[in-house]
């Protein structure tokens, strides 16, 4: 007998599948989620380290273009492009809570 609703429409299963939109997915996660997870990382630890203002701004970019890397790394690493975008996400969500949680110093 078969099921009444399937879990994914065929449809979408076959686009989904293709390695071209992956490609493009992860490639997307690269680029724009490893960009926002490094500003959002840069800005955090600008405001969170306890050092002076402008050595805490270089470390928080040094630490950020690190980041972008691997971000970058990730979004290929991982086994699926939702994964991918997942594991970019959180954590720059999660710097981007920080930074409002920590605000502007004055």
Do not use: E, N
């Not at 955090?44 to 690190?66: F, H, K, N, S, Y």
């Not at 972008?68 to 699926?80: E, N």
Request: overall charge positive.
């Amino acid at each position: 007998m078969k099921p009444l609703f399937s879990p994914r429409p065929r449809r979408l299963a076959g686009v989904f599948r293709h390695p071209r939109v992956g490609i493009a997915s992860r490639s997307l996660a690269a680029i724009l989620g490893g960009y926002a997870l490094a500003a959002t990382t840069s800005s955090c630890l600008a405001l969170a380290l306890p050092m002076d203002r402008a050595q805490a701004v270089l470390t928080g970019m040094l630490v950020a273009i690190v980041v972008c890397a691997c971000a970058a790394l990730w979004a290929f690493a991982v086994r699926t492009a939702l994964r991918a975008w997942i594991g970019i996400a959180l954590p720059a969500l999660l710097m981007g809570v920080g930074t409002t949680w920590l605000g502007p110093a004055a």
